[in-house]
């Protein structure tokens, strides 16, 4: 039987997207005495619309002309769908400020959202934030030339997308005598509530020497209460992914950001800015029975992009490290020697998929350096990260088709293991050499297979190939020159300069893979596959030039 496109296929898609949106807005002002005060009540609409239609089909009836109409009735298909999804909102804002020493202002905003159930389509957030310039209580100085604290508390709600309350079936598919029908692969929820994101934050500005010296700070915290997401659950419930209101995240970290004229003269200058943050964000009560929550279908070897629920890393890795040595309890030793199974006579993987790292860094940070000398200027941008687990899936291939260096040990003549036996817990060492033979329970193995065999088991331990990984990167190098000076005699003209710029030029890293800034395609939203290096390439250096006019 000849195979079912042998003699060509075709496929033309149509896609029409309409959005429409409508906002209506009214501010009101009054001034009061040293009281500033605004009121601002509004509402919007949104409409989404869009319309998709695909047409295909196959076996073309004469060679070499590619037309619909060249294709039998029988072997040609149709199909069309409409999703519509309708937001309406209404919103107000008031706020009142007393001189330029106090500021007040809350939020109020409610929607209506056409993706959830009549009874949760309604959902209301509100927020308040105020600042306080206490300089302005303080003597002119020029230590402290301004000081603003502020905070802030604030609640939004998000919708679901378009018809995640419905479960679908697949249209019928005859195959032969066959006719397939089935659930597709998410399940809806009839029941489906609005995600709401509770968060607040402290923070202040400050400049000194009189604004030479900037500082700013802001610390902040965040929890998402019935996060909507697909997770992937047990298959026996008929689908691959749930769409649930799956639980809880929460976000906490800060932001520094100081800059500041370490020179100011009249032909150089020297200007510096740092930025430093971290965020640690965790999964908190999640789906009772459920032990992890798999935010993107990333798998490789013998791990996978999971969160952690209850307090658990949110960009966790679980996978099959070894089994250690256990105590006279029972309880696996932290760092013990390794446990070598008697019926493989290889290392002992842990079948539990425990967590073995998290993909979110310490933290990272950036340095900018800005010099000037007469009409030169010169900017260096320095990108810093420490800390955060990278999975090497590039050498874990390597390894497992024989093409990693690690796999010529000792020529591939011989392997050791040491550790201790799965069974009596005693001291173990067995070394494997071609052109031996070993029984290992009822079975005799050659010392080639299992050299072979330890190279496996050795891709087994997911420890093998996490790195925390730090790096120093020049991230971008520019060079301008002005040439303004040199226009004469004209007014067409105003200004020309020429700028150099390089991006990715060098990188200083722990890491033994291509590149430690590595993200997998694919993955179904979420946190994604950050962290996972599986056969990509490295971030590629550019170089560009230009010149800039001003007339």
Not at 187 to 214: C, H, M, Y
Not at 276 to 298: C, K, M
Not at 337 to 358: A, E, F, H, M, S
């Amino acid at each position: 039987m000849a195979p079912l496109y042998q003699n060509g296929r075709l496929s033309k898609d149509l896609v029409d997207y309409t959005y429409i949106t409508t906002t209506v807005m009214s501010n009101f002002h009054k001034s009061i005495g040293d009281f500033d005060t605004h009121l601002m009540l509004g509402t919007t609409s949104e409409d989404f619309n869009t319309k998709t239609q695909n047409h295909w089909g196959y076996n073309f009836t004469t060679a070499g002309t590619i037309s619909f109409n060249n294709i039998a009735t029988g072997n040609k298909f149709f199909t069309d769908a409409t999703i519509r999804k309708r937001l309406v909102g209404a919103y107000g804002e008031v706020g009142v400020s007393y001189k330029d020493l106090v500021y007040l202002t809350a939020t109020g905003r409610n929607d209506w959202s056409s993706t959830l159930p009549v009874e949760n389509w309604s959902y209301f957030y509100p927020s308040v934030s105020g600042s306080f310039v206490f300089t302005q209580l303080l003597p002119k100085n020029s230590i402290l030339s301004f000081g603003k604290l502020r905070a802030s508390w604030a609640r939004v709600g998000k919708d679901a997308n378009a018809y995640a309350t419905n479960t679908y079936e697949w249209p019928p598919y005859t195959i032969g005598s066959f006719t397939l029908v089935g659930n597709q692969w998410a399940a809806g929820n009839p029941v489906l509530k609005p995600e709401i994101q509770t968060s607040w934050e402290v923070g202040g500005e400050f400049r000194f020497l009189n604004g030479r010296i900037d500082l700013d700070y802001t610390y902040y915290h965040s929890q998402t209460k019935n996060q909507i997401g697909q997770p992937r659950l047990a298959q026996s419930g008929g689908f691959i992914f749930s769409t649930l209101n799956a639980g809880t995240v929460i976000n906490k970290g800060m932001e520094v950001a100081l800059s500041g004229k370490a020179v100011s003269q009249k032909d150089f200058g020297w200007d510096v800015m740092l930025n430093f943050s971290y965020n640690r964000g965790t999964l908190g009560a999640f789906i009772p029975g459920v032990a992890y929550f798999y935010p993107t279908d990333v798998q490789f070897g013998t791990i996978k992009a999971a969160s952690i629920p209850n307090g658990g890393y949110f960009l966790g890795i679980i996978g099959q490290p070894y089994l250690h040595e256990v105590d006279s309890k029972g309880v696996e030793v932290p760092n013990g020697r390794y446990q070598i199974d008697v019926t493989t006579g290889l290392y002992k993987p842990n079948p539990n998929l425990p967590v073995v790292g998290n993909r979110e860094s310490d933290f990272i940070a950036g340095f900018n350096n800005t010099f000037r000398y007469k009409k030169l200027t010169l900017s260096v941008l320095l990108d810093i990260r420490k800390g955060g687990d990278v999975f090497n899936g590039t050498e874990y291939f390597m390894v497992v088709n024989g093409l990693s260096k690690k796999t010529l040990l000792n020529d591939r003549q011989s392997v050791t293991l040491t550790g201790v036996s799965s069974k009596t817990g005693g001291d173990t060492s067995i070394t494997y050499n071609a052109g031996q033979n070993y029984t290992i329970g009822t079975t005799t193995y050659s010392g080639a297979y299992m050299i072979q065999q330890y190279w496996q088991n050795y891709a087994a331990n997911s420890l093998n190939f996490i790195t925390s990984v730090n790096w120093l990167k020049l991230r971008s190098l520019s060079l301008t020159y002005d040439f303004t000076s040199l226009l004469k005699n004209q007014t067409v003209i105003k200004g020309i300069s020429a700028t150099v710029t390089g991006t990715n030029l060098l990188t200083w890293t722990n890491y033994k893979g291509m590149d430690p800034e590595v993200s997998v395609a694919g993955g179904t939203g979420g946190s994604g596959s950050t962290g996972i290096d599986y056969l990509g390439v490295p971030a590629v250096s550019t170089f560009s030039f230009g010149i800039n006019l001003r007339f």
